[in-house]
């Protein structure tokens, strides 16, 4: 995505956890990235937020990590 402010959007009906995750080294390594609060940026609904990111180069992906039933569907862009 590289610097600025993007849009991330989940949405759907779902029982699953969808985690933003971001790279630093081109998508060979993931970290999941932190709300606010420090807590990991980890959904179970529908959400809508704006991310912020200052360095440039920086990729960012939605990974779903458990999965149970339902759609879930995303648009991440700028």
């Known amino acids: 995505m590289g610097e600025g402010r993007f849009n991330v959007a989940l949405y759907g ?5 969808v985690k933003l995750e971001r790279s630093f ?6 970290v999941v ?19 912020d990111e200052p360095s ?5 992906r939605l990974n779903c990590s458990a999965y149970t039933s339902g759609t879930a569907s995303y648009r991440i862009s700028q």
């Open 13 to 17: 009906t779902f029982i699953a956890t």
């Open 25 to 30: 080294d081109g998508g060979q390594n993931w």
């Open 33 to 51: 990235c932190s709300k606010p609060d420090l807590s990991d940026a980890s959904f179970t609904a529908p959400t809508s937020f704006i991310v």
């Open 56 to 60: 440039a180069g920086v990729l960012y």
